[in-house]
């Protein structure tokens, strides 16, 4: 099987498709460094947060085991809790 001959594309397609090309990197380029410096600073507020949220969760966890091991005991002991 033989192939054709390869067609010459014309200096302005070419041109065109390599601009293209060159437009599209630096546009990427451009909206990625603006979205790690975003994400950078979402980072740091989170870090900054963190700390109370963390100390909240400990006490809606340490409420929970409370709440749960009350029940535990009235399932077990109906008697002594009544």
Do not use: D, T
């Amino acid at each position: 099987m033989s192939l054709p001959p390869p067609v010459q594309v014309a200096p302005l397609i070419k041109f065109a498709r390599w601009s293209l090309l060159s437009v599209g990197v630096v546009y990427g380029a451009f909206h990625q460094r603006r979205f790690s410096k975003k994400e950078a600073r979402l980072r740091e507020i989170e870090e900054q947060h963190r700390e109370a949220r963390e100390a909240q969760l400990l006490i809606e966890n340490k409420a929970r085991q409370e709440k749960e091991m009350k029940e535990l005991e009235a399932l077990m002991n109906p008697k002594a809790v009544a």
